[in-house]
């Protein structure tokens, strides 16, 4: 009798524990994966270092070589030379968003959907870092001798829907009392300088502009390793055991680094390594590269200021003319998978056809076009929309920079310089906003599965309706 009672509550717990391993496996974190960078810019990745072989100590780990990661290893070593700083990157320096993305350079005054855009201060203060910040990326290109193609002279936000035109007309008079020197074009002048009628009127932005992605990387490399600080590639970190010196598990080898500081430098994959689980969600955005535009195109379309832009919806398009007379066109859809799945699962021919679709309702004169190159990359999205740096953990020694939503490349190569300000005990200015924060990494809380993919899928239909509307 008690022995049937014993195998009937063994068998009890052995049901309930594969029922939870289940749903854990359902509802829980897919794994990290780390794909090849197969975008147009990727053909001028540099070789790969050394992965890590070995167990070390070290002042700071850097975990992920993106623009948060190189940067912070570049400033770090300038506000501190002789410090020990390694960057540990899974793949390849510029493998994840850094070398995939639509190469526009933005400033980053809280964007009219943020509420603090209220607070004219704020939004001055984050315009003027944010510019600053753009022009010392251009010193930092031209001290790594790499030509980053980074023209800086300005980006124009266009609108598609007339009944915005009151709102726009009234945030610039706004920004200029502020300062802030936005220009309001009508629907003629914007024709006159984008050479297309597809949008009523348009914003522009004397600041701002465009990149080379992966120049960009090289450079930082180069500016970092310089400096002193050492890049490991194919080093991915497995595990991070926190303490006053945390010991991190990195590579096929589970090497130990043991440091004082890390940063987590890994935006769109920060979850995956149990950071940020509540507050962030990795999205897929896609961009593609046309072939060189002839001669005779070019003269037909009449983008003349060959000035970048992106539109007004909600999955909006962005297009950069570059000097080899190639178009650069990303956006239009994104999506997020169950559990956070990291590995591209859409249908890219789909994508292709949209993004064609656009150009030539933007360019009509573009028909025929070939896409050569078009790519998956990873947004970290976060419901608050508002990117976040600062320090956490009990021993206020995990620095974090991460949560750019789609509008990162300024603003990671900022909060490297902001990282290592703060860990240098510098002033750098961004420490009196928002943004900046011991985040507990549940603001903007994101319930677990189910509830995250229904809701997320729920709130890009109704975006995508949206935009439907303005379609129409
Ligand atoms: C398709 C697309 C288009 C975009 N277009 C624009 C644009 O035009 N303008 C703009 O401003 N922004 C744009 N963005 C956003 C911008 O690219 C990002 O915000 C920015 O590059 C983020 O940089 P990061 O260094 O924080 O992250 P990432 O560049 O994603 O770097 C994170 C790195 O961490 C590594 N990593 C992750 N986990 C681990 C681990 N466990 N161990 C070791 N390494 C790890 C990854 O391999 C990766 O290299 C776009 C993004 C995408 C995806």
Known sequence: MILKKTAGITLSITVAVIVLSVMFWLLGEKEAVFEK?????????????????????VDVAIIGGG?????????????????????????????????RHGGMVLPQPPTESFEIAFDDNLHKKTYELTTRNMKSMKSMCEESGVECDLKLNGFVHTIIDEEDIPYYKEYVKDANDMGIPLEFWNADQTEDKLGT?????????????????????????????????????????????????????????????????????????????????????????????????????????????????????????????????????????????????????????????????????????????????IWDGLLGMTSDEIPKVGVTGKHKNIYYGLAYNGQGVNMSYMFGDVIASVYSGKTHGWEDTPYYGTHSGIQGFIPPEPYRWIGSKTLMEYYKRQDRQIDR
């Open 37 to 57: 960078n197969d975008s147009f810019w990727a053909k001028e990745m540099m070789p790969a270092n050394a992965a890590l072989n070995k167990n070390i100590d």
């Open 67 to 99: 623009y948060t990661g190189l940067s912070s290893a570049y400033h770090l070593m300038k506000y501190n030379p002789g410090l020990h700083v390694v960057v540990l990157e899974a793949k390849q320096v510029g493998s994840g968003a850094s070398g």
């Open 197 to 373: 009628d597809r949008y009523s009127a348009s914003v522009f932005d004397p600041n701002g502009g465009s990149v080379h992605a992966v120049k960009l990387i090289n450079a930082l490399k180069i500016v970092a390793e310089k400096a002193g600080a050492v890049i490991y590639e194919n080093s991915q970190v497995n595990d991070i055991s926190e303490g006053e010196t945390i010991v991190l598990k990195v590579g096929d080898d589970n090497h130990e680094v043991k440091a004082r500081d890390i940063v987590l430098a890994t935006n769109a994959f920060t979850s995956k390594l149990g950071y940020f689980t509540y507050s962030m969600i990795p999205v897929h955005a896609q961009t593609a590269v046309t072939e060189p535009l002839t001669e005779e195109q070019l003269a037909n379309i009449g983008w003349d200021s060959r000035l970048p832009f992106y539109d007004s919806k909600n999955y909006l398009f962005h297009m950069v003319l570059r000097d080899d007379n190639r178009i650069v066109i990303g956006g239009g859809d994104a999506d997020y998978y169950f559990r956070g799945d990291l590995k591209y699962k859409g249908d890219i021919q789909k994508i292709h056809e949209l993004t064609l679709n656009e150009l030539v309702t933007v360019y009509p004169g573009l028909k025929g076009i070939r896409l050569e190159y």
